[in-house]
């Protein structure tokens, strides 16, 4: 399944990033009753999420809530040891929450998994960012390479406002 705008968000078990660790999650439950801003990258403490695409959410943190947003959450394809020090390096665990998605399992529900092994990476996930609504998808911003566009905070912005992306 490819995940699209008026998809409901799939029920794959993630870990929560928490000072001790790793807590087991329903995604679907995770994103019941509120508005979740999803975010996912390639992988954490690499360059392009580690200086421009996780930063922006940082910043942004307070007008997103004001725009309506409960919860600003990243993944990654990477184990909850090292979402947590990420989001301690970055300052990020003030402001997002963090979701492990270390097999893969959310990128593979959502269609949004690349094979990243002639980079050594192993599969990974597509950079993106959804807004959902009580598990429902709102908002779907997928690059089609490294960039930060569509899933950019100020794009993720501009579609909560309304307003035409430049």
Known sequence: MTIAVGSRIPDVTVQEVTPDGGRDVSIADFCARRTILLFGVP???TATCSEVHLPGFVVRS???ATRGVDAIVCT???DAAVMRAWAGATGADRHLTMLADG???LARALGVE???????LGIRSRRYAAVIEDRVVRY?????GPEVGVSSADAVLAALSGQPRE
């Open 43 to 45: 992988g954490a403490f």
């Open 62 to 64: 307070e007008e997103l």
């Open 76 to 78: 990654a394809v990477n």
């Open 103 to 105: 097999n893969g399992d």
């Open 114 to 120: 690349f094979d990243g092994t002639r980079f050594g």
């Open 140 to 144: 779907l911003g997928v690059e089609s």
